[in-house]
């Protein structure tokens, strides 16, 4: 039988990974990549089976020189490091298998480094490849002709992970999405047409997670709501769930900007204590929305900042993806973008530049204009050639916006204006909850106020920046002049050591950026 070892290669610095924050909360990684823990539990139990995530501890080469199979996942942030990896196995003679993201839109890139290749999901192909690998003749790639059904999925193998280590934990509800944005490459691999699970299956994974003594937990799906009618009685479920067991999770997800036009579907994802929710925003000019199908986005009634003031006043925390580089993107938009975000209120924006990723219907558009540079991609950021603006514009425009955004002030100010002026509220059926049993009340409280206490030692210790600090005191203290309670209290706390690794993140690009100007000056 089969010694399998599979592998979460090391991120690179990034927004989501929160490198510099993760010190101070007194964890290794934000959370687990949700593949691999599913391709364990579709293992069969005669082979041998592990999970290393990089991120939490360093790889063993030889270790892993004595596995049989050695597998790897990553996305494109992660395809050098997956790169670096594969050689050093390839020259210790390992059988190397290479699935996820990035493989499936680049199915070239790594070569012969990967003997097998896995394009898009593989609930059936890996299965299949291991027994056509126990009779030692199977192929060099593999793809399913259908997509999973949802409900056959089994519970992922968390017992697998070294759960202590993250910040938070990962579940998958459903897969695709119904929009036909120009430049993702979700329907791509998982297409347009929604797939769930069901609520029993669900259930059991939030069991699995509870056991592994996690209280909070990403919800992957790329947009939660792409079935409205199906998540909703998912969401019941959920609810009934939570209310039997007091509450144990909280979550965040990401959704569609349509989740404000449907006010029965925010309540129940606030009663099934969903808190957070990304939304792909992308930018405020219409016409670059309309450019990219972004059609959801565009609906008349009522402008995208209201909806995002409908999704807060509800309850949840909006997060929000924004792009720049748009064909109808001028210079201003980098303006127009630092305004957007600051009445909307959104306090965490993940800005990219418009990147083709191969396989999306943009790169085929742009491949076919002469409009991909992916030669000096490293250089600026991007590989698309901007039509209204040139490449050093929109890599400067960009950093520009980063280091607003995430200037002190500029962050603050936004997270204030929701927190104190628009009186935020935070997981509130769980404090319903609480305020009915007072011993949860008690100990819930107890225990983030325990936690508040902690961070705030960790960030008066671990932030090297004086002025960082003594702006973080003076915020702590007018938020506890209006809200004394200990969950918001905490949810600020961690806003404060979010603000820690954005802001030494911009800072980096920024002198990064003045160092390449220097260096291409000086010749």
């Given at each position: ?9 090391r ?11 993760l010190p101070?909360?007194?964890k ?6 949700a ?5 364990a ?23 892993l020189?004595?596995?049989d199979?050695v597998?790897?996942?990553?996305m ?7 790169r ?15 699935g ?5 839109v680049r199915?070239?890139?790594f ?8 394009i ?7 299965p ?13 790639r593999?793809?399913?002709?259908e ?9 992922p193998?968390y ?5 202590r280590?993250?910040l ?18 979700i329907i791509?691999?998982f ?13 059991r994974e939030?069991e ?5 003594g ?9 947009n ?33 900007l349509?989740?404000?036009?449907d ?7 606030v ?7 990304f ?26 900042i ?8 509800a309850?949840?925390?909006?997060w929000?993806?924004?792009i ?7 210079p201003?938009?980098?303006?127009a ?10 306090l965490?924006?993940?800005?990219g530049?418009l ?10 558009r ?8 992916e030669?000096?991609?490293a250089?600026?950021?991007t590989n ?19 280091a ?8 603050f100010d ?8 628009g ?10 909850y ?7 009340w ?5 225990q ?19 002025e960082l600090?003594r702006?973080?005191?003076?915020r702590?203290?007018?938020?506890l ?7 918001v ?10 603000h820690?690794?954005?802001y ?17 000056n000086?010749?």
């Amino acid at each position: 039988m089969a010694n399998i070892v599979l592998i979460n290669p090391r991120f690179e610095v990034s927004y989501w990974g929160l490198e510099h924050a993760l010190p101070l909360l007194r964890k290794r990684a934000n959370l687990p990549t949700a593949c691999l823990p599913l391709l364990a539990a579709l293992t069969p139990r005669e082979h041998t089976i592990s999970i290393v995530d990089e991120n939490v501890e360093p790889l063993d080469f030889d270790r892993l020189a004595e596995a049989d199979i050695v597998a790897l996942t990553g996305m494109s942030v992660q395809r050098n490091r997956m790169r670096e990896i594969l050689a050093q196995l390839k020259a210790r003679g390992v059988l190397t298998v290479v699935g996820g993201p990035w493989v499936t839109v680049r199915e070239d890139y790594f070569g012969e480094l990967a003997d097998v290749i896995f394009i898009g999901e593989a609930e059936e192909t890996w299965p299949q490849f291991l027994r056509e690998w126990q009779t030692g003749r199977f192929e060099r790639r593999y793809e399913q002709a259908e997509k999973t059904d949802m409900t056959t999925v089994p519970v992922p193998r968390y017992d697998l992970l070294k759960m202590r280590h993250y910040l938070f934990g990962s579940v998958q509800f459903s897969r695709g999405c119904p929009f036909q944005c120009e430049f993702c490459d979700i329907i791509v691999t998982f297409g347009r047409r929604p797939r769930l699970k069901t609520s029993w299956q669900i259930i059991r994974e939030l069991e699995a997670l509870v056991a592994s003594g996690l209280e909070i937990a990403f919800i992957v799906d790329d947009n939660l709501i792409g079935n409205k009618h199906a998540i909703k009685t998912v969401l019941r479920a959920i609810i009934d769930w939570q209310q039997a067991r007091g509450y144990p999770l909280q979550f965040f997800t990401e959704a569609s900007l349509d989740l404000a036009d449907d006010e029965e579907l925010l309540q129940l994802m606030v009663d099934a204590n969903i808190s957070t929710v990304f939304v792909g925003i992308e930018t405020p000019n219409e016409e670059s929305l309309r450019e990219t199908k972004k059609y959801q986005n565009v609906r008349p009634g009522s402008t995208s900042i209201e909806r995002v003031h409908k999704i807060q006043n509800a309850g949840l925390d909006v997060w929000c993806g924004m792009i720049v580089g748009f064909d109808h993107d001028e210079p201003s938009i980098f303006a127009a973008q630092r305004d957007y975000l600051t009445e909307a209120r959104v306090l965490h924006a993940m800005v990219g530049m418009l990147s083709a990723i191969p396989k999306t219907p943009l790169h085929a558009r742009l491949a076919a204009e002469g409009r991909l540079d992916e030669e000096h991609e490293a250089e600026f950021g991007t590989n698309v050639i901007p039509a209204r603006m040139t490449r050093e514009e929109l890599r400067d425009g960009y950093v520009r916006l980063m280091a607003e955004l995430y200037d002190t002030t500029a962050y603050f100010d936004r997270l204030d204006d929701l927190f104190l002026r628009g009186n935020f509220r935070f997981s509130q059926t769980r404090a319903a909850y609480w305020r009915r049993h007072p011993w949860s009340w008690l100990k819930g409280n107890a225990q983030h106020l325990t936690r508040s206490v902690l961070i705030f030692l960790q960030l008066m210790r671990g932030v090297p920046e004086p002025e960082l600090r003594r702006e973080y005191r003076r915020r702590l203290r007018n938020l506890l002049r209006t809200r004394r309670d200990p969950v918001v209290l905490f949810v600020y706390l961690i806003k404060c050591a979010i603000h820690c690794h954005l802001y030494t993140m911009v800072r980096r690009m920024t002198t990064a950026e003045t160092e390449q100007r220097t260096l291409v000056n000086s010749f």
